[in-house]
């Protein structure tokens, strides 16, 4: 069940920090506690943070260069053997480039591999598409035996990563490039398959993971100016995911919105849609990337440009609950006759 | 060795010089990019676009043109930089290098971008594609070449090793790859991060025709393509010695300066390095 968890209060000057940074402060907290816990990354430890880990333990670092199919087999080797191992690449290529490698080794074995994949979605920014992972979430939730979980601050990150090598099995963890707002204070309680309700709310539910979780609690403030009570529900773990939480959601509010940095198909709103659908259906609205491949921009220009932003899920919240009502959403017939 | 006219080495030393300012003005404008990599490969791109290859810039899919597969995409702005001044497309538009809805993309588009022959950005795959090319060209009986860029540290990827196996299995003698050997990857020195070893022997154990060369000398690269044109039933490897931050005293040899933009300052420096005739004001023309 959701629980009601602490968000920072209205703080004048919020603090930002990348939850990659955090994924790289939180490995060597965990390497000091944790002699198992090993690291690997292909050429990119620099921007994945797991450097941070190289300086602090060089013994239990390997660099294994550009080869991210060797390093998850490679993984899957020391997990084998006993080991604690968090490779760290790409999301566009953790998940992407080594699909087979991941599936095979990992999934299929239900080996002890945390794959901590950086620079998810479009907010990677100027590198373009074929460095925007938009279907990494899709891939990873798909594999049987594999856990997904998209933080949505540093706080969180930190936590994650700790539950992931408290838990044995294959993890996915999904992380961003660009500084996000830090939520959640030092005693904030994360439990891996457990959603956690940041605001109450009656009239609709936002069901948000990672980057989108800051925007999801933006939009439910406008929406509460418009007299509209929102739910919001962090989905932090997308796999497996919090049935009960989404079945509770749709009883007690009727309409859910659901927000993903990546392709609405198969990937977090899907996941959420597939538990509406088998419990108490209701109308979804899914705020995502419509099946497009991103490009180079700004991270902000890019979240706008794709339809990303609190404004976005604001406007999805009013669909869903005009639907509720049997009113059809006049925006959005006027999209869909556009498509 | 065939000799080359003074005058024509000239003129492509030219064009990499220019190819150099447009990598410093494109990533200085957009605040990020791969200068490194860029300037390393700078004067066999001069090479291949105005010496080389059999190209109309004006018709980019002239069916019987040569092509050019830049396999190391981050290394796009000098890419970018050889297609503008061969006249793909404009020179100022370089300045529009990854901003929003901008042809030049952080890694090549070939949707986008006329000239660019296949997406690329993800390490390890051009020589693949430069195969399926080579080959089509052998099915249509065409003589076209394919031409494809390496990074050294993208030679860690298993694919690049699968598709050499493929191009000497099917005998691709129209193709020839460069290997931009300025031994420097992201994390460190390619030696320190996965040493490549006897990177050449490694090549010629697949059956490769391997030279050794400067990657910085023109007549070098000029003659190693003239030599792979006349090596039948197998292809050609070039590993090109190249200095990573050619031409910029500052990011020579920096492991830093793979994937960080230059500064307002920094631009300046450069462009003042690279012979740069530079205005009043701080604005810069074409020399
Ligand atoms: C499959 C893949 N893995 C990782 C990266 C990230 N990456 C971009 S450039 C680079 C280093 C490339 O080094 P090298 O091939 O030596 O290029 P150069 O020194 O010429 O810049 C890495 C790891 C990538 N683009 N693709
Ligand atoms: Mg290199």
């Known amino acids: ?339 | 060795m065939a000799t080359y006219d003074d005058s024509l080495i000239a003129m492509i030393e030219e064009k990499a010089r220019r190819i150099r300012v447009n990598i410093i003005k494109a990533i200085g404008a957009a605040g990020s990019g791969h200068p490194g990599g860029s300037l390393s490969c700078a004067d066999i791109l001069a090479v291949l676009y105005f010496h080389a290859m059999r190209i109309d810039p004006k018709r980019p899919d002239w069916e019987d043109r040569d092509k050019f597969i830049m396999s190391k995409g981050h290394a796009a702005p000098a890419l970018y930089a050889a297609l503008a001044e061969a006249g793909y497309f404009p020179v100022e538009e370089l300045l529009t290098l990854r901003k929003l809805g901008s042809r030049l993309q952080g890694h090549p588009d070939m949707k986008k971008t006329p000239g660019v022959e296949i997406s690329t950005g993800s390490l390890g795959q051009g020589l693949s594609a430069a195969n399926g090319m080579a080959i089509a060209a052998k099915l249509d009986k065409k003589d076209t070449r394919i031409y494809v860029l390496l990074g050294d540290g993208e030679l860690e990827e298993g694919q690049v090793w699968e598709a050499a196996m493929t191009s000497v299995h099917r005998k691709l003698d129209n193709l020839m790859a460069f290997v931009d050997y300025n031994g420097l990857q992201i994390d460190g020195s390619v030696e320190d991060v996965k040493s490549l070893k006897a990177v050449g022997e490694k090549w010629r154990a697949f059956g490769w025709h391997v030279m050794g060369i400067d990657g910085h000398d023109i007549r070098q690269i000029m003659t190693a393509i003239d030599e792979a044109k006349q090596i039948k039933g197998k292809p050609t490897v070039a590993v090109a010695r190249t200095v990573k931050g050619k031409g910029v005293s500052f990011m020579e040899g920096g492991v830093d300066w793979h994937g960080k933009a230059p500064n307002r300052d920094q631009v300046y420096k450069a462009l003042v390095e690279l012979g740069e005739r530079i205005v009043d004001g701080g604005g810069v023309v074409n020399g």
Do not use: W
């Open chain 1, 1 to 339: 069940m959701a629980e009601v968890g602490e968000v920072k209060g209205e703080a004048k000057e919020v603090k930002k920090i990348a939850t990659r940074t955090a994924y790289g402060k939180a490995l060597v907290e965990l390497g000091k506690v944790n002699p198992n816990v090993v690291v690997l990354d292909a050429d990119l430890a620099k921007s994945t943070k797991s450097g941070d880990f190289m300086k602090a333990f060089p013994d239990r670092f390997f660099e294994m260069g550009i080869a991210e199919q060797d390093m998850i087999g490679t993984a899957a080797g020391l997990a084998a053997a006993g080991k604690i191992p968090f490779a760290s690449t790409f999301a566009v290529f953790a998940a992407g480039r080594v699909f087979d490698q991941v599936r095979q080794a990992v999934g299929y074995t239900k080996l002890n591999v945390k794959i901590g994949a950086t620079h998810a979605g479009v907010t990677v920014g100027e590198d373009g598409a074929s460095h925007q992972s938009v279907e990494d979430i899709a891939l990873m939730r798909s594999i049987p035996n594999m856990t997904v979980i998209v933080p949505a601050d540093a706080v969180e990150t930190q936590k994650a990563v700790f539950a992931a090598a408290e838990y044995y099995g294959p993890v996915y963890l999904r992380m961003g490039r660009e500084e996000v707002p830090v939520l959640f204070d030092e005693d904030y309680r994360f439990e891996i398959g457990k959603a956690v309700m940041l605001r109450d709310g009656k009239d609709v539910t936002i069901i948000a993971c990672g980057v989108m979780v800051a925007p999801a609690l933006e939009a439910s403030e406008e929406l509460s100016r418009e007299g509209i009570s929102a739910r919001v529900l962090n989905m932090h773990t997308v796999k497996p995911i919090d049935r009960e939480a989404i079945e509770t959601a749709a009883k007690e509010t009727g309409a859910i919105v659901t927000a993903e940095e990546h392709n609405i198909m198969g990937g977090f709103g899907s996941a959420v849609a597939e538990v509406v659908v088998s419990t108490l259906p209701v109308p979804v609205e899914m705020v995502g990337i419509k099946d497009v491949f991103g490009q180079s921009g700004k991270p902000a220009e890019l979240l706008e440009y794709y339809g990303l932003t609190s404004g976005n899920i604001v406007e999805a919240a009013r669909r869903a609950i005009a639907r509720k009502a049997g009113k059809a959403s006049p925006a959005r017939s006027r999209r869909s006759r556009r498509q």
